[in-house]
């Protein structure tokens, strides 16, 4: 029996290509690696309450992507887990320049597109706001304005990667979980993902010590890539947002059903609540959060609980302008949300160069990844098809780590390490 495609990670990136792949060669034919022993898993940034669908980019290839995927959320194993509650975004009175710049360039992407124009409601600063925004806030939001597109919405990623993965495993897809990969194993002797350019990908040596073959390896690990490809961390940034969730009684939480998702630029944004355990998900504006390795210069995730006051205070800010009765709530299931960032916020789905098209890997999702879920898979397939997205090419060499502004990111990244340090957050 030939050697199987295997993918290495079962996230969002890994079960969106096994799932597109099945369609194309015969499920026996594929294996998928999880590290974790659970679905989700607990590194994958998919593994949370819920995600922003927005189509308004800065760029339309990106907006053209997204309007597919919000279509391809009803489909399929996708179907019920994408909430078209509406996208409020805007600033507050005291937003620095830079958040309203953003502001403006994406209400421009949305106002000059004509599938998304006529879901667009403007906000502006002499608006008497509330009536507009379709939301029961109680708080006086000074100075807000914005737009409200009510095509947009979110999505419950932690309950869409579980469908994705139960249709991957009825398809006949085998999944193996607590199957952590510590390295590839190229042709030559003793050669690993570290070796010598030219080499062929002959499969994986597990955590656990035993060599599975493999035919193809596509590479899917995350914000954890790095071990498996040192080459990416030219490209490759692990980078994290804070999260945080408030805690409400069923009562409350039946009153915020159908809130839009809320979006002060220059503060951070929340979701209408979960209606499993009436949690409002929150998350900070920011450059967000590296964990630099001293002695590699490498950031690698660090799942530890851990909330910088830098964060909290913008979510506190955040409610107390729209409710503020829930401002100084305790804020509980503190988390660091990994991703893998690259500095111009496109993805990388493309052959590693030198491993004679035997690796593949699909990263860099940016923190922008989930909402085109439906999708990713249908590149790699592409991809194998020989038909390349030029833009989402391995990138040879970057200019400096990345760790600094985005057009629509407000500050630079915090070092973890300096954080607490500096005792500048807790674990809650």
Same mark, same amino acid.
């Given at each position: 029996?030939?050697?199987?495609?295997?993918?290495? !990670?079962?996230?969002?990136? /890994?079960?969106?290509?096994?799932? +597109?792949?099945?369609?194309?060669?015969?499920?026996?034919?594929?294996?998928?690696?999880?590290?974790?022993?659970?679905?989700?898993?607990?590194?994958?940034?998919?593994?949370?309450?819920?995600?922003?669908?927005? &189509?308004?980019?800065?760029?339309?290839?990106?907006?053209?992507?997204?309007?597919? $995927?919000?279509?391809?959320?009803?489909?399929?194993?996708? &179907?019920? +887990?994408?909430?078209?509650?509406?996208?409020?975004? %805007?600033?507050?009175?005291?937003?620095?320049?830079? $958040?309203?710049?953003?502001? =403006?360039?994406?209400?421009?992407?949305?106002?000059?597109?004509?599938?998304?124009?006529?879901?667009?409601?403007?906000?502006?600063?002499?608006?008497?706001? @509330?009536?507009? #925004?379709?939301?029961?806030?109680?708080?006086?939001?000074? !100075?807000?304005?914005?737009?409200?597109?009510?095509?947009?919405?979110? %999505? +419950?990623? &932690?309950? &869409?990667?579980?469908?994705?993965?139960?249709?991957?495993?009825?398809?006949?897809?085998?999944?193996?979980?607590?199957?952590?990969?510590?390295?590839?194993?190229?042709?030559?002797?003793?050669?690993?993902?570290?070796?010598?350019?030219?080499?062929? %990908?002959?499969?994986?040596?597990?955590?656990? /010590?035993?060599?599975?073959?493999?035919?193809?390896?596509?590479?899917?690990?995350?914000?954890?890539?790095?071990?498996?490809?040192?080459?990416? =961390?030219?490209?490759?940034?692990?980078?994290?947002?804070?999260?945080?969730?408030?805690?409400?009684?069923?009562?409350?939480?039946?009153? *915020?059903?159908?809130?839009?998702?809320?979006?002060?630029?220059?503060?951070?944004?929340?979701?209408?609540?979960?209606?499993?355990?009436?949690?409002? @998900?929150?998350?900070?504006?920011?450059?967000?959060?590296?964990?630099?390795?001293?002695?590699?210069?490498?950031?690698?995730?660090?799942?530890?609980?851990?909330?910088?006051?830098?964060?909290?205070?913008?979510?506190?800010?955040? *409610?107390?302008?729209?409710?503020?009765?829930?401002?100084?709530?305790?804020?509980?299931?503190?988390?660091? %949300?990994?991703?893998?960032?690259?500095?111009?916020?496109?993805?990388?789905?493309?052959?590693?160069?030198?491993?004679?098209?035997?690796?593949?890997?699909?990263?860099?999702?940016?923190?922008?990844?989930?909402? #085109?879920?439906?999708?990713?898979?249908?590149?790699?397939?592409?991809?194998?098809?020989?038909?390349?997205?030029?833009?989402?090419?391995?990138?040879?060499?970057?200019? /400096?780590?990345?760790?600094?502004?985005?057009?629509?990111?407000? /500050?630079?990244?915090?070092?973890?390490?300096?954080?607490?340090?500096?005792?500048?957050?807790?674990?809650?």
């Amino acid at each position: 029996m030939a050697p199987p495609i295997i993918i290495v !990670g079962a996230g969002a990136f /890994g079960l969106s290509t096994a799932l +597109h792949l099945s369609q194309k060669v015969s499920p026996g034919e594929i294996l998928v690696l999880e590290q974790d022993t659970q679905m989700p898993p607990r590194s994958s940034a998919a593994n949370d309450l819920n995600k922003i669908v927005r &189509a308004e980019y800065e760029d339309p290839f990106y907006t053209d992507l997204t309007l597919k $995927a919000i279509s391809a959320w009803s489909e399929g194993p996708f &179907a019920g +887990h994408f909430h078209q509650t509406g996208f409020l975004h %805007c600033v507050s009175s005291k937003a620095p320049q830079p $958040a309203i710049d953003t502001l =403006n360039r994406f209400r421009a992407s949305a106002d000059s597109h004509a599938a998304i124009h006529p879901h667009v409601v403007s906000l502006g600063h002499d608006d008497a706001a @509330k009536p507009h #925004l379709m939301g029961p806030y109680r708080g006086a939001m000074p !100075g807000w304005h914005g737009y409200l597109n009510k095509l947009d919405g979110w %999505c +419950h990623s &932690a309950k &869409a990667l579980v469908a994705v993965y139960e249709a991957v495993r009825k398809a006949g897809v085998p999944v193996w979980l607590g199957a952590g990969v510590q390295e590839l194993v190229y042709e030559s002797a003793g050669s690993t993902s570290k070796g010598a350019a030219g080499k062929k %990908c002959t499969g994986v040596k597990l955590t656990s /010590g035993g060599f599975l073959p493999a035919r193809q390896v596509i590479v899917t690990a995350g914000a954890g890539v790095s071990p498996l490809l040192p080459a990416l =961390n030219r490209q490759i940034t692990a980078k994290a947002w804070s999260v945080a969730h408030i805690q409400l009684t069923p009562t409350e939480a039946a009153q *915020l059903r159908g809130l839009p998702v809320t979006y002060a630029r220059d503060l951070g944004f929340f979701f209408e609540p979960d209606t499993d355990d009436n949690l409002l @998900k929150m998350c900070p504006m920011g450059g967000g959060i590296v964990n630099t390795d001293s002695a590699t210069g490498v950031s690698r995730p660090d799942y530890e609980p851990f909330l910088p006051r830098e964060d909290q205070a913008k979510m506190r800010a955040l *409610l107390r302008q729209t409710f503020p009765d829930l401002a100084d709530r305790p804020f509980v299931r503190p988390m660091l %949300c990994w991703f893998a960032d690259t500095k111009d916020s496109d993805f990388i789905v493309d052959y590693v160069p030198g491993s004679e098209e035997s690796v593949v890997v699909v990263s860099g999702d940016s923190g922008h990844g989930m909402k #085109l879920f439906p999708l990713v898979g249908e590149w790699v397939v592409d991809l194998l098809g020989g038909k390349k997205v030029e833009r989402w090419a391995w990138k040879e060499q970057q200019e /400096g780590e990345w760790k600094g502004e985005s057009s629509w990111r407000l /500050g630079s990244s915090m070092e973890l390490r300096d954080l607490k340090k500096e005792g500048r957050g807790n674990k809650l």
